[in-house]
């Protein structure tokens, strides 16, 4: 999928008009579909971040696309807002100051791995996102976290704290998949 410069800001857009509506009802900005082009009314799964300066200030997605991608980030965005459980609620007189990014997936590519060295060995530094999964354990980290942890060890070291998995232990039944993502914020 490719996205234009006039799609992108239209999405950003619609972030911030959501959040906006968010902050009043607490839920996200109804979208139609007869408002957006059939080619971008598919289902894709999105990230919205927000930060304040260089500080994140929330980041919340699906990893899964479930639901056409403007309505995804339209939810993304609320959820980012008011339900990131380790921040508070944005205020509405923070949210001049926040920028929005948002990150659209592509679909997961499982990984067949049987253990850590393989992993690395298949692993696209700044470019694969990854989500592990073993029994209750989950964590993802988007394409961008390789901008704070460049290099594989400490990319894998950090996810798997995440998932509050052994460091190094490569669990009975783990699931790896990657996706990329396309990326791009406010100005």
């Known amino acids: 999928m490719t996205l234009d410069d006039a799609f992108r800001k239209r999405l950003l857009t ?4 959501s959040i906006e509506h968010g902050l009043a009802t607490s ?20 990230f919205v971040t927000l930060t304040h300066g260089s500080r994140l200030r929330g ?3 699906r990893i899964e696309a479930v639901q056409p991608l403007p ?15 380790r921040f508070p609620p944005v ?12 990150s659209v997936l592509t679909p997961l590519e499982p990984l067949a791995v049987a253990d850590m060295a393989a992993l690395q ?7 694969d996102g990854l989500l592990v999964v073993a029994g209750d354990h989950r964590a993802t980290f ?15 070291a950090a996810l798997w704290e995440k ?7 490569w669990p009975r039944g783990v699931r790896i998949e990657r996706y990329a993502a396309i990326d791009f914020a406010e100005a």
């Open 163 to 169: 998932a509050g998995l052994q460091q190094e232990a």
């Open 14 to 17: 619609l972030a911030r008009s």
């Open 27 to 46: 839920l996200p900005i109804p979208v139609r579909a007869a408002d957006w082009p059939s080619a971008m009314w598919c289902p894709r799964a999105t």
């Open 121 to 127: 060995s298949v692993l696209r530094p700044r470019e």
């Open 71 to 85: 309505q995804d980030v339209a939810v993304s965005a609320v959820q980012t807002a008011l339900d990131d459980p």
């Open 142 to 156: 988007l394409p961008k976290v390789w901008e704070q942890l460049p290099d594989s060890r400490s990319f894998l």
């Open 59 to 61: 980041c919340r997605g």
């Open 91 to 102: 205020t509405s007189a923070e949210l001049p100051e926040l920028k929005i990014a948002i």
